[in-house]
């Protein structure tokens, strides 16, 4: 079990990092509007705040299942600050995916199933999932019998726009085209990546199936940079439980049930072999 920390209210010092992630990207974002960064290191520099800007979707996608803070208005301030490094409000995600996408798991009640990728080859699946995901959740949000948001959530939700808004005002002012540039670029890029690696963790799995519902990647540095995100298939049977006990809890209650398939290395390779370099869609053999 986790305990929280004396000094900082953290529920656990590992978060350390995340709030250290949270800072680097703010630089990221921002310093560009202070100097006048050489033109040869923008893609660089693009590079970096658009990995950082994911690392930010991925720190809020854990704060909203465990908050990192034991002082819920602590919590709250940090919605808000997570809200200009992502581009959207940090409480938003909950609807589709705290109270959908863990309900359903990749099926086809889920608004971003991987069944939206419909067939074809895996660049051609990718790209039509990134437009018909975010075009399907957009729409299922908007219905009537949509989750709703607590009153709680709700307040923190309204303050979170506003921020948001007033960020993009200034940058606005401040340069427009460094705004679009090195703002607006690494929100676009990071919710691409977002949107990516959930359809990865999900496609060709058994969404019916307890511990082959999601695919995990098991890549040490990808896992520390990423808050082992890869260990998806644990996330979904214990949503609370802290990212930094997410790799033995794999180990222990998924590994041993787990079709083998569903247990890769690298995110990226599966990627470049399994949709950008590929004809077909991915399959598992049968356990």
């Known amino acids: 079990m ?48 658009s990995l950082f800007c994911f690392c930010a979707c ?13 002082r819920p208005w602590l919590n709250q301030v940090f919605n808000v600050i997570l809200t200009p490094i992502r581009g959207h409000t940090a409480t938003q995600i909950a609807i589709p995916h705290n109270y959908n996408h863990h309900i359903y798991h990749g099926d086809r009640r889920d608004w971003m199933s991987p069944e939206l990728a419909g067939e074809g080859c895996g660049c051609v699946r990718w790209l039509r999932y990134l437009v018909k995901a975010s075009l ?28 948001l808004w007033l960020f993009i005002g200034a940058i606005a002012i401040a340069n427009p085209v460094k705004a679009l540039w090195f703002v607006g670029v690494p929100w676009g890029m990071a919710v691409i990546a977002l949107l990516s690696v959930n359809f990865i ?27 082992n995100n890869g260990y998806h298939t644990i996330h979904h049977l214990r949503p609370t439980l802290h990212w930094s006990e997410l790799p033995e809890a794999h180990d222990r209650l998924v590994k041993p049930h787990l079709n083998p398939d569903l247990d ?3 995110i990226l390779g599966f990627f470049l072999s399994s949709y950008l370099l590929a004809w077909r869609s991915p399959k598992i053999k049968n356990p």
């Open 2 to 49: 986790l305990t929280p920390t004396p000094i900082d209210g953290l529920r656990s010092p590992r978060d350390g990092r995340s709030l250290t992630f949270v800072a680097i990207a703010y630089l990221l974002l921002l310093v560009p509007f202070a100097i006048d960064l050489p033109i040869g290191c923008w893609g660089f520099w693009l590079i970096g705040s």
């Open 58 to 70: 991925v720190i809020n996608h854990n704060h909203q299942h465990l908050p990192i803070f034991v």
């Open 136 to 163: 399907h959740t957009a729409h299922q949000r908007k219905q009537p019998d949509a989750p709703q948001l607590s009153p709680e959530q709700q307040q923190s939700l309204q303050r979170e726009r506003v921020v």
């Open 201 to 227: 963790q999900h496609d060709g799995c058994n969404p019916g199936d307890r511990y082959n519902c999601s695919r995990n990647f098991t890549s040490s540095l990808g896992n520390w940079l990423f808050f």
């Open 264 to 266: 890769v290395r690298s």
